[in-house]
């Protein structure tokens, strides 16, 4: 295993609610990169936080929005829920930014109705 | 077009059977080259990083040819447990911070 976690493991929403996601990096990982994963489709990214700051962004809308902690865990949030939000949604720590390896939780698998 | 692109098979081979499967990336400024390995309803797993001069990890070999954008992954000798989607990732170029891109997989299943 990875030692990377994430919670929870599924979830059911509604349209236009909130959710807040969490995952926990491996020992020694101050970076955390999110991923959004449809069905049939590679995981897309969503953005990395390195040492508690955004460190980039990929083509997703403000409603995305994320944290990173001081003990280097970090949640996704996501507002305004819409159907193509449903999707199994990874994170990924990685000892540094950059092109370390990066190392997937089991994912948040996310449904909007 | 797709960043990096594979065709998404299926592919179904028999146990023992050598498969490869293909992947072509458009930022010729790409840096770092992996495949990565996702069971169903699981997350992916790093399975090899790719290099120019082509390397191997028993059963698989992965080559790039940076001239034509193109990555390779070989299995020989197939066994039941390589049923999988292989991943084709790439670091692009253009970003310091790692954001991989991921093809869209290739479902492969061996049977016996």
């Known amino acids: 295993e990875t030692g990377v976690t994430q919670s929870p493991t599924h979830l059911i929403k509604t349209r236009g609610q909130q959710v807040t996601l969490r995952c926990s990096s491996q020992?020694?990982?101050?970076?955390v990169s999110w991923y959004q994963q449809a069905l049939g489709q590679g995981p897309q990214f969503i953005f990395q936080y390195y040492r508690e700051e955004e460190n980039g962004r990929g083509n997703f809308p403000p409603r995305f929005s994320g944290l990173q902690f001081p003990n280097y865990s970090s949640e996704l949030n996501v507002n305004a829920l819409e159907l193509d939000d449903s999707a199994l949604y990874l994170c990924?720590?990685?000892?540094?930014?950059?092109?370390?390896?990066?190392?997937f939780g089991p994912g948040t698998r996310l449904t909007v109705l | 077009r797709k960043e990096v692109e594979q065709d998404p098979g299926p592919f179904n081979v028999p146990e023992g059977a050598t498969v490869a499967f293909n992947c072509t990336y458009s930022?010729?400024?790409?840096?770092?080259f992996f495949w990565y390995r996702q069971d169903c309803r699981k997350e992916p797993k790093l399975l090899m990083s790719?290099?120019?001069s082509g390397n191997e990890d028993g059963r698989f070999t992965a080559q790039l040819n940076r001239a034509s954008q193109y990555i390779s992954l070989l299995i020989r000798d197939s066994k039941l447990g390589d049923s999988a989607t292989y991943l084709c990732v790439v670091i692009a170029g253009g970003t310091s911070y790692g954001k991989l891109t991921f093809g869209q997989g290739t479902i492969l299943t061996v049977h016996p």
């Open positions: 790719v290099y120019s």
């Open positions: 020992s020694g990982h101050n970076t």
């Open positions: 930022n010729s400024a790409s840096q770092s």
């Open positions: 990924a720590s990685s000892q540094r930014t950059g092109t370390d390896t990066q190392y």
